[in-house]
């Protein structure tokens, strides 16, 4: 049963480069952004159009980005740079300004890279290692500051916290309507995939906001009227995937459409192109350094190095969220170079392994010279999993 | 191996190399030039015969300018570094893994002993005694691969892992600058915490990004990043770490790093190389102060390079191994550089390097509150600045070694250099019109892969 309210989503996704070229004729700017701490509030209220630019899955442009930074960046990173260089994509072209984030190296090294061969305006925001430091925490809010003021010069304006609060409150009902409507697709008899749901989040990215959340709510309002209950609950016949691990962009479909094409059912993920950065988001004051800490103390982002295992709490995450949308395996996803989740990966999977929970890893790149491959081992890893739950449920019964 | 195929000391220099000076270690303790040329010439043979290598091309093979008395006397504080690391820890020094491209003030200023990925490898290496060059080279391969097995294939570094996780050595603290020049750095750090060693204790100290020496609340995170470090190696050491200790620390790491600029400018100044690529690097290097894991150790040698190497330029004294005019090179990037024989055999050799030299002629003020001022000098590693502010320096230091080209070298995986290795060329070729050459080298076996060395010849010949 289709969603009909998607569908316009799908269209107001076409239409917006245009709208955004009309827009920017009329005198706004766009503010493209991209990292894992970038407080999107801020650049909001002061009157820009931020979208996000996280984009992958075209291997042409990982070569040509890979001429200016190098072949030892994480393939997404390289795509960015190729994209800038190329100057093809119907978002970039539309970009004034870019705010990028120290919060994984690569991301600011690729800042450089585009500042200089791309002579673009780019603002970054420095991010600390020893995030859970007081210490840490007064030097990202001053980072917040510093950044506001740029965006300030640039502009026109100073920022007025009575925007940035009605910033936050738009942006807090943009969260919590997309973790209500995530809860439908992991739901027995779902009438939302997983896959749509992931569409729907990532379409945040590019949409007007508050034209975003009028059509959340619709949806919303649509799956509340198909399933007035939704339960997660296993249902013998699923292989229910979560997938962890480095971020999955917009134009990169090539992990997923094998995972569905095997027969998996993806019902969670802990990405950052996914719900994660949309989780446990709480600005506890109106004021740049505010917003910013809400981003910081969220689920820390695996470039953030934690020390202590026990405690960590991306780990922590993980566990709720594999319990709370009962997942069956997990697909631990690392992309070429993505050195913060290729170094975590066997830890990882020792971590998941202790619960006896079946991890596959899958490192890949945006070629398609790994696809017959890779479907091979998922299609061998969701088997394995039914035949897992098949033997539970005969048990059970 | 046997005895004859290990290199030895000529006999007849014996007598002026004893009667040069002495090393005065931290402890108070020294090492007269008897005492080194013994253990050079009788115990280490025995203990570490594959330092004795007649191998020409082998990585860490020894200098043969037997008249420059600090040569000897590097190779004599490495091959000691088990000997002498396992004393101070006996006596209450705590041992702490910092990275290349650090000043290491802090550590020694709270009676800690600061010591990075090639020195903890000498460290760990001296513990294997009687082995020969192919026997070093697999064991420490082995214990590499373990450690690639536990973090990621993907790597270029493994902070220690394979010594400190894997090969039981007593390191007591991982605590390096983290985001300096490398964002691996960090992610080695936390690989420590799933290791089988739940003793040593972990830390990042936390480098700022971007104009991070202008912004003074910067300077006043990474200052407190300092305090906390001085605090817990404190707590190892079971001392409570004044300023003072600090600031006394400071004035004598910035003498090591006022001889080494003294140095510097001497051998740059000079018609005919006075020494050859190797040992201006490693003189130039103890002005980190960290190379040796004891820094009064460095300073001695520093103070006596300066006299020989001030005499040598006087008397215009070639280094042996060099051709006539040979082709000057500058070295950019981390953590790999080339084989420095290999280089002078093609009739070039290596002026100057951009990574630790960035820090060690970074002088830090010693008037005023010691961790603002160290932070503030840390920050402005020229090095770790913008692309645009990292050339202007680098080409500074072109200039004033007279370098006719530049090699950036960075190591497979490793994702930071290389992002900037393009950039930083090109604004070098831009603004002195100097041919640059940009090589990824994978590490591997202890001698350079003969693809690289053709591609640096061709780059040598053509220049
Ligand atoms: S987290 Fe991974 S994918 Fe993201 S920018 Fe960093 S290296 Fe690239
Ligand atoms: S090779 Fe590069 S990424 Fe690796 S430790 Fe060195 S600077 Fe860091």
Redesign the pocket.
Known sequence: MAIKTLEVIRKRLEERPAELKKLRENGQKVVGWTGYNVPEEIIHALGFIPIRIAIGGDDRLVEVGGRYASSKNCVFIREIVGAFSENEDPFIQQTDILAFDATCLQNFRAAEVIEYYFKKDVIVLGVPRNFYWEEGKEYFGKEADEFTRLLEERAGVSLDLAKLGESVALYNDIRKTLKSIYSFQAAKDNVISWVEVFDLIQAVDLLDKKEYLALLHQTLAELQELQHNPVIEVDGNDARIFISGSLIPRGDRKLINIITSVGGRIVGDDIWTGILPHLDLDIKEISPAGVALGYLNRTPHAALPYLDLESDRRLKKLHELLAEFKAQGVIYHTLRYCDPFTFKAKETKDVLAKSAIPVLEIHTEYAGSDYEALRTRLEAFVEMIKIKAESAAEVTV | MATTDLYEYPQELREEFEATEAIQFRDGSQATGADIWHYMTEVAPKKYPYAYTQRKYVDGRMSRDIHLPSAIKHNYLLLTMNDRINKSRENGSPVIFVQGGQSVDPYYAAGGIALRPASVGMWSRGRHEGLGLNEEVVRRHKQKEKAYHAISFEA??TAGYESIQEGGLPVDMVAPFTCL?????SYGVEAHRHGPNKTVKLMNIDYPMRHQADKQWAVEYFSDNLRRLTREIGKIAGREVTDDDLSKEIRLHNEGRRLAIDIAELWWSADVPPTNGLDRRHILQMGGMEIHGDPSASLTILRESKAYISERVKNGIKAEGVVDKPVRLFICG??VRPNDFRIEEAGAIIVGNDNHWSDICTLVKEEGDPYQNLAHAILSYPYEQSVELRAAWTIEQLKKSGADGVLFL??W?????SAVARMLCDTIKRDTGLPTMIIEQHEGGSEQSEQLLNRINAFIEMI
């Open positions: 270029c570094q020049r490398c964002s691996d750095i981390s953590c960075y190591q995986g490793c994702n930071t250099q």
